[in-house]
């Protein structure tokens, strides 16, 4: 199993270690060096081996170049990072997901690695698996061991409701995740229980995280702030700080992606912030969302028009860049407004909250007003 990735990115050369978010840069010819020392049977040259041991104390004083560094290739075109949701199936139950209705529907595991293996030939490098809740999906340590086999360095969006077994956190141990966000609901039983609408829920949330930062994972806390939780926001901060661990919070709520505002009314008005002005975005350009069926779309919120991955490859991709810029054009509403220059939300997630009949307040400067 290899330990490093040698890949291209851009114009720069890195070597990257699963499991970690720090990378090693090297110049052109160092890099073309390495390719051919480990084509053949040699040992890691020794300017790598210190490189290597400064990073991330690893020494592979002695070891096979071939086996412990994996090679990949640049793609066609400047994508270096994914988001896929693997199903939007949870177990849990909040009222304020963007995801509306949660079907437990997608690929099955040949369309799963078909599209691992389209990703990876587009040059993806940077993964993040999320969902729905990703660790309930059946096919998912199949598909996780394989993103990781390809050369991708992976990201896991949770709820952590499953880190408490064994064999998931064993797959984890194993294969270590470059980050692993997990997502707080309440710092007691009853209020984490209220907010996901799932008794036990803390219990099993609280044995997981505790296994996990245990085992040494990359871990990063999103504290989820809703009304039904923000009496306790800052024992979920102590709790972070407790464990040592960093955390982000989230207060702003979005309608789901089809336009409803349900989840709406869980946003909490104290909470609230005011979002920094948009000025401009990779999506669709050096960055793409994936959903449980393989369709590519630009992002999460702007699924329309979107390539069916699995049925035209790689090549599909090439219009992305077209679409991006065609969504990001479209104002739905906001034509002729003199405040768009420094509008706080992209042109596709404003829509979302013009289907959803949201107050201006919510995503528009002139609802502050």
Not at 88 to 113: H, I, N, S, T, V
Not at 313 to 319: C, D, N, P, T
């Amino acid at each position: 199993m290899h330990q490093l990735v040698a890949t291209p990115f851009g114009g720069r050369r890195l070597i990257l270690r699963p499991g970690s978010t720090k990378a090693v840069q090297l110049p052109h010819t160092k890099f073309d060096e390495l390719r051919t020392l480990a084509a053949v049977p040699n040992t890691v040259p020794k300017w790598l081996v210190d490189a290597v041991l400064a990073q991330w104390h690893l020494d592979l004083a002695g070891q096979s170049a071939g086996e412990v560094i994996l090679f990949r290739d640049a793609g066609p075109y400047a994508v270096s990072r994914a988001t896929w949701e693997i199903n939007l199936g949870c177990d849990y139950d909040c009222p304020l997901c963007y995801l509306g209705k949660k079907q437990f529907e997608g690929l099955d595991m040949a369309g799963k690695r078909r599209l691992l293996a389209v990703m990876r030939d587009a040059g993806v490098i940077w993964l993040q698996i999320t969902g729905g809740e990703p660790l309930i999906d059946p096919d998912f340590p199949e598909a996780y061991r394989l993103a990781h086999e390809l050369g991708m360095l992976v990201e896991i969006l949770s709820n952590g409701s499953r880190l408490h077994k064994d064999h998931v956190l064993n797959l984890l141990r194993t294969y270590p995740p470059s980050k692993l966000t997990l997502s707080m609901y309440g710092a007691t039983a009853d209020t984490y229980d209220t907010v996901t609408r799932r008794k036990g829920a803390f219990t099993r949330f609280r044995a997981g995280l505790t296994n996990a930062v245990a085992a040494g994972l990359n871990i990063d806390l999103s504290l989820i702030i809703v009304r039904e939780n923000e009496h306790e926001v800052e024992a979920m901060r102590d709790w972070a700080r407790q464990l040592r661990v960093p955390f982000r919070e989230y207060a702003n709520i979005s309608p789901t992606l089809h336009g409803g505002a349900e989840p709406l009314p869980s946003q909490s008005p104290q909470y609230l912030t005011n979002r920094a002005p948009f000025t401009g975005c990779p999506a669709g350009h050096t960055f793409f969302h994936a959903d449980p069926f393989g369709k590519a779309s630009i992002c999460k919120v702007g699924r329309e028009p979107n390539v069916d991955l699995i049925a035209e490859g790689v090549e599909g991709l090439a219009r992305l860049g077209g679409i991006a810029e065609s969504l990001m054009l479209l104002t739905g509403g906001c034509s002729g407004c003199k405040l768009s220059g420094t509008c706080r939300v992209c042109r596709p997630m404003a829509r979302v909250f013009q289907d959803a009949k949201a107050p201006l307040a919510n995503y528009c400067q002139h609802g502050m007003r």
